[in-house]
T-cell receptor
Framework: DVKVTQSSRYLVKRTGEKVFLECVQD?????MFWYRQDPGLGLRLIYF???????EKGDIPEGYSVSREKKERFSLILESASTNQTSMYLC??????????????FGDGTRLSIL | KNEVEQSPQNLTAQEGEFITINCSYS?????LHWLQQHPGGGIVSLFM???GKKKHGRLIATINIQEKHSSLHITASHPRDSAVYIC?????????????FGKGTKLSVKP
């Protein structure tokens, strides 16, 4: 079974801090994704990566950056955390799309609170 | 208008009832996904389909490409089916792996 592991289930940080959210997958997937999920808005894509050191902006990249130095690890960085970044953050991975529409496999999520 | 619309937003059922959740989309798609999210956050992929019908246990997913509509059915519902069910589509020609998500249907099954 695919395992997508997010480093923390719950995290509390202060406004202005630099925050790192880590995600690791164990199935050699090319694609990795970071989403945030807010009540009434559903899942929104922040960034995704289709290979090591490759990244593309999603729908809401402002205030975030990402790093993919190794294939199995995809990090989301909040450069200067703000209260409007309080949310549930979900990481996912999948095989490259060319392999006939592969499903995305999700981690358990990190509930981040910015005070 | 959202590209993926789900109905109903909230659904309460009695144990044993047959449940239907609907998903309509406005873009051409290469695949449609049904996902399940339990309280606590983790998301599980239930189905991925591009035509016809798929069945897994008490869950059935159907899709009508011409009508741009999909349904998720749960037979003999049980309290452990209580979760948020999310429809997501991969648009044709969409960027590598991108999905467009509906806002979810929150299902509560009462014993």
């Amino acid at each position: 079974d695919v395992k997508v592991t997010q480093s923390s289930r719950y995290l509390v940080k202060r406004t202005g801090e630099k925050v790192f959210l880590e995600c690791v997958q164990d199935m050699d997937h090319e694609n990795m994704f970071w989403y945030r999920q807010d009540p009434g808005l559903g899942l929104r894509l922040i960034y995704f990566s289709y290979d090591v050191k490759m990244k593309e902006k999603g729908d809401i990249p402002e205030g975030y950056s990402v790093s993919r130095e190794k294939k199995e690890r995809f990090s989301l960085i909040l450069e200067s955390a703000s209260t409007n970044q309080t949310s549930m953050y979900l990481c996912a991975s999948s095989l490259r799309q060319g392999y006939s529409n592969q499903p995305q496999h999700f981690g358990d999520g990190t509930r981040l609170s910015i005070l | 208008k959202n590209e993926v619309e789900q109905s109903p937003q909230n659904l309460t059922a009695q144990e044993g009832e047959f449940i239907t959740i609907n998903c309509s989309y406005s873009v051409g798609i290469s695949a449609l996904h049904w996902l399940q999210q339990h309280p606590g956050g983790g998301i599980v992929s239930l189905f991925m389909l591009s035509s016809g019908k798929k069945k897994h246990g008490r869950l059935i997913a159907t899709i009508n490409i011409q009508e741009k509509h999909s349904s998720l059915h749960i037979t003999a519902s049980h309290p452990r089916d209580s979760a948020v069910y999310i429809c997501a589509v991969r648009s044709k020609g969409g960027s590598q792996g991108n999905l467009i998500f509906g806002k979810g249907t929150k299902l509560s099954v009462k014993p």
